[in-house]
């Protein structure tokens, strides 16, 4: 599809007013320029980027004919991936997509306006401005969900609706913004240079406040690994329970992928609380007195209260807060029980059990992986999710322990023989 748009662009383009090259290089420089300081999202284990790009490729479409408008938006992405060294099965993946998607754009609107019009000239080349950005969102968006879903192992669906959240507010501004540049054009390539950049200001607030959430995330996460590699016994058990609650989560593919990536985070740092509990009760080699196990259990609060106030994500403060909820409502903090318990929490439940099982602790050695993969089913209905056990079971199905030191789902522990502890602090 590709090749056929490019070769009838080429036979079709035709620029002969010195104006209208220097629009179209502001263009094509806007969009190099936006594509450079693009923002990254995670979908599902993968970062993709989202920029106002779009809205620059709909402002060329309204303003040129197909044929320039596809090559504009081609050239400008070649130069942006010459640039960034991007990946070439990527940059192929996204030249073809929006060089096509703007042709396709650009065709509807000219097919539906007067020659020589523009976007905002009458309510008719409005409403045509609006059904070529649908043609543009739906193609791009569709395409995208088409080639990379397989790649991600998502279905097309999800992560189409996933595309579609993510470039939510670009998308309602395509006609509109994308509109008022192609009006400027009219006038001259300094106009489109003038509205061009104030245009990146809320993108790069945005990437602003991404890398300071994640400069936060990675904050917590070296202080929850501090606080662990205090103590031997405990050390990368954040670390490990993620790997498990991540392997779950494989075997349970109605969960989104947006809050599959929230659970995984949250199991990153479930125990970040801890850093409220006394030494003494934290790092004590023997059982926790009453007393003891009242503070100790404050963490789950604690933590969520971090979160919380850190501004990251109800949700993720959520699932911290009740991750040592039981099925069955003896629990704590709230003791919820069955699906009020947040997903995320009844995930990290059995992650953290497991993994507490099978590390040595200061009052007991690790037990064997069968025997705590038995201990887990044992409390399936109790302690623990059964839709939850059922996942587990079939991600730690019983393998021979090369196996699943090889998925690197077991730690290398001693493995001695202990009383089966089912419930973790």
Do not use: C
């Not at 402002?59 to 090559?71: I, S, W």
């Not at 000219?110 to 070529?132: E, F, K, Q, T």
């Not at 690994?225 to 490990?240: G, I, K, M, V, Y």
């Not at 077991?410 to 009383?419: C, D, E, K, M, Y």
């Amino acid at each position: 599809m590709l090749l056929a748009v490019v070769i009838d662009s080429l036979r079709s383009a035709r620029l002969e007013r010195t104006d209208d090259w220097l629009v179209a290089a502001a263009l094509a420089l806007l969009i190099v320029l936006v594509e450079h300081f693009d923002v990254k999202i995670s979908i599902g284990s993968k970062l993709f980027s989202l920029s106002i790009g779009a809205t620059i490729a709909m402002a060329a479409a309204f303003h040129f004919d197909p044929g320039p408008a596809a090559l504009l938006v081609l050239t400008a992405h070649l130069i942006d991936s010459a640039i960034a060294r991007r990946q070439p099965i990527k940059s192929i993946t996204n030249i073809g997509i929006y060089t096509v998607a703007t042709w396709l754009g650009s065709t509807i609107f000219w097919h539906l306006v007067p020659a020589g019009s523009s976007p905002l000239d009458s309510v008719r080349n409005i409403m045509a401005a609006i059904a070529a950005s649908a043609v543009f969102v739906g193609f791009s968006t569709s395409m995208l969900a088409l080639i990379v879903g397989p790649v991600i192992g998502m279905p097309f669906r999800e992560l189409w609706n996933q595309n579609l959240r993510a470039t939510a507010i670009e998308t309602i501004g395509l006609p509109a913004i994308g509109g008022m540049v192609a009006v400027l054009a009219q006038k001259n390539a300094a106009a489109v240079l003038l509205v061009g950049f104030p245009l990146m200001a809320p993108q790069l607030a945005y990437r602003a406040l991404g890398e300071a959430r994640q400069s936060i995330r990675s904050t917590l996460e070296i202080l929850v690994d501090t606080l662990e590699e205090r103590d031997r016994a405990t050390a990368n058990h954040s670390r490990q329970v993620s790997v498990y609650a991540s392997r779950i989560l494989e075997e349970i593919p109605e969960v989104p992928a947006q809050m599959t990536e929230t659970i995984q985070w949250a199991s990153r740092v479930h125990d970040l609380g801890k850093v409220g509990v006394r030494d003494s009760v934290l790092f004590k080699a023997g059982r926790l007195d009453p007393d003891e196990w009242v503070q100790m259990r404050s963490h789950a609060v604690i933590g969520a209260d971090i979160i919380t106030r850190l501004s990251q994500s109800d949700r993720i403060a959520m699932i911290i807060r009740h991750h040592h909820e039981r099925w069955d409502g003896k629990g704590y903090p709230d003791g919820l029980a069955g699906e009020t318990i947040p997903i995320g929490s009844r995930i990290i439940a059995v992650a953290d059990t497991y993994e507490a099982m099978t590390a040595d602790r200061p009052y007991r050695r690790a037990l064997p992986a069968e025997v705590a993969y038995k201990e887990i089913l044992a409390n399936s209905g109790t302690q623990f999710d059964p839709a939850v056990v059922a996942a587990f079971a079939r991600a730690f199905r019983p393998a021979t322990i090369e196996e699943q030191i090889a998925w690197g789902i077991v730690p290398i522990t001693g493995a001695n023989p202990g009383s089966p502890a089912a419930s973790v602090a």
